[in-house]
């Protein structure tokens, strides 16, 4: 039987106890080396990719034995990254794409990395244009400009082939995209087309297609303030085709619910014909979703009316709570695994070289983030190791640059992507959305945002 | 030692004395002094309660009393925050969208209600009127709760592909029904959220609810048979009267947890299509987490706070409401 005091003491043992458990598991973690925690992979990659980065962990290492590098599962979605930041569970070393840099500006959440992009004195190398998307207000640079794109058409060559279509000549109109969804559908059962609905990515891939055919879906004021314009002639004819695409010729398929990962999934698995994202999704297609390289194909998204191509990039930042020397090796990071293989032919060749032998994808077409000069140099050093199959990619290739850039919407771009989302949703899930009425209703909702 | 009094002093954990002292009683002395605490067992009480205090209050309410200080200031958790008064609850409260998520969990509560709360009773008087294989029902219908929600939800969604080559439109193919779009209609969607929510809480409402069908004394059947009652008239006037009290409780619970639903629109549907599935909890995920990268954690709070003192007021009322009814 137990006495009172038994108890008691047995207690404060037990809490004794907890606390030294506590402290023994943080001396662990020490071993002399700055452990560095970068965004590497996208969830769900496969062996071959976490293959590829050890071997540039190694090489990394190597020269730098002081950092430890922990590659780290990332994928930038809205929802998540909030979340992460909050929690403080963000890698060290992550990307943002270009739509937040701005918000995560003003918002002071990225860390100051103008002295350091000076010292490794490449400031004026980069692309003016992009250089202006991690400057802030105050001058100051807040990131590594890594990667850019525009937006294309990627399409299923085996469906392509499957439904009698040709796949070396893919659809360069809206028209015969149409055509070629519902030629799919009949023909194989799929989805001809399909396009992103939740998570902001809807109202993202809306604004692609929008300004495809000519749209302003934002007016800057320059002072500022910003006027929503989503309700105009191209945002009510690209909703009122996806609308059609659904309802008339039934080539959208049963599945409404799509973001980034799922409609790349879906892709991979050959269950969609055509759909619009980034053109650099190869490397994640083939890489993360198991598709085969045969069946890809990839080409400029049709414009008309004076549209241009919507495009956009990531940017390499650093987490805006971690210390000074956890800063500097953070940059050593970024220089070293995101910028010298623009710059330097040696480490060009040698990140090319250890991709390749990985079974990585080399050469997926991107913009270029330095100048011209500098990418055209770099793509001629790993000419070698190229071993994307360029050549299903040339309807993008060849006629990306005949296209008009255009930039994202700057005013809260993510939280009026989140109400464009619903436009997407209405007129794929309900066959009597009153278009007029929600871009009505857009509209007031989305200055209501820029109003805040 | 004194075995009697550690009963006692474990009926009054945060140290009050015993009502009826030995010792007090014996010298006339019921005041309570820090010698009488401490020979009470208070202290090894307190030791005892230690590790639970301290995970309670770090764990349930530093949080609590965070987020409601959070509901007065605007933060991004990162820079210092910024008092804004009572700002956070006008921007929510005029959100068109608080509207729409109202509603919309209001409609989830009443489906939920029409379907979700009877069920069980009913399985439950069922399970408790079989003699054999008792043990094995009660199994199948706890099964889904065994199930990690989230899997479940994903394992529906698969079911409910709108397609006709999904689960649940093959089956209506059979009888010759054209395939349904579940999920990707604002018409049906909800009722197909509910009808998932359903299929995982009926087998924790069953186990309560068998648990009480065994408290029912049998003699009350038995005047009733002699009676000339059937089935139905002993469930009417037997069964259900003697379970009030816990009807009563599972009503005001349901009621809590379907204003608080969250799993299911989120996994499901992410509260689309066009809105039609956005519920109080998403808003307010919303508001934390997708609206805005800074997060308006503020905004958050202040509908979370709303939610909870709307829920606290409507538990009161209803427990004075019903305090006649549910004790006999």
Known sequence: ??????????????????????????????????????????????????????????????????????????????????????????????????????????????????????????????????????????????????????????????????????????????????????????????????????????????SVQADSRGAELQTDNGDGTYTSTIDNEATRETLQYLHDLRWEDNSMGANFDLDWGSINQEFAAGNIGMYTTGSDVYTALVRDFGMSPDQYGLTVIPTEDGGGVLGGGDIAVVAPTVDEETKAAAVTWIDWYYMQKLLNEDAAVADAKALAEADQAVGTPVLPVLDQETYLESQEWIADYINVPLDQMTGFTEGIFEQTPVGEFKGQTQPIYALMDNLVQAVLTDENADIDALLKQIDVDAQALLDE | MTMTREPDAATAPDGPPPATPPR??????????????????????????????????????????????????????????????????ARVLADPNLGVAVLNTLYFALLALLFGFPLPILLAVMMSEVRRGKGLYSALAYLPVVIPPVVAVLLWKVFYSGGADGVFNTVLGWVGIPPQPWLQSSATAMPSLVLEATWAGAGGSIIVYLAALIAVPPELYDAAEVDGAGIWRKIWHVTLPQLRGILFIMLILQIIATSQVFLEPFLFTGGGPNNATLTILLLIYRYAFQNSLGGDYGEATALSLMLAIFLGLLSWAYFKLTERWSTN
């Open chain 1, 1 to 206: 039987m137990k006495s009172p005091h038994s108890i008691a003491i047995a207690g404060l043992t037990a809490l004794v106890m907890v606390g030294s458990l506590a402290a023994c598991s943080q001396a662990a973690e020490d071993d002399g080396k700055l452990e560095l925690r970068v965004a590497t992979f996208p969830p769900g990659a496969d062996q071959a990719a976490y293959d590829a980065f050890a071997e540039q962990e190694k090489q990394f290492e190597e020269e730098h034995p002081d950092i430890d590098v922990v590659g780290v599962e990332y994928e930038w979605t809205a929802p998540t990254f909030a979340a992460q930041l909050a929690g403080g569970s963000l890698p060290d070393v992550f990307t943002v794409p270009f739509t937040d840099s701005k918000t995560l500006l003003e918002n002071d959440q990225l860390m100051d990395l103008t002295d350091e992009i000076e010292e490794l004195g490449y400031t004026d190398k980069f692309n003016p244009v992009i250089l202006n998307e991690v400057t802030g207000d105050d001058g100051k640079l807040y990131g590594f400009p890594r990667q850019a794109y525009a937006n294309g058409l990627h399409y299923n060559r085996e469906l392509f082939e499957q439904a009698g279509l040709d796949p070396d000549q893919p659809p360069t109109t809206w028209d015969e995209v149409r055509a070629a969804a519902k030629t799919i559908a009949e023909k194989t059962g799929k989805a001809g087309y399909a396009t992103m609905t939740t998570g902001n990515t809807g109202g993202w891939q809306l």
């Open chain 2, 24 to 89: 007090a009683s014996a010298t006339g002395r019921r005041r309570r002094t820090p010698i009488t605490w401490v020979r009470g067992g208070g202290l090894s009480n307190l030791v005892f309660l230690a590790p639970m205090l301290i995970v309670f209050g770090v764990f349930s309410w530093g949080p609590i009393v965070q987020s409601v200080v959070m509901s007065f200031q605007k933060t991004n958790l990162i820079t210092p925050p910024a008092w804004v008064g009572l700002d956070n609850f």
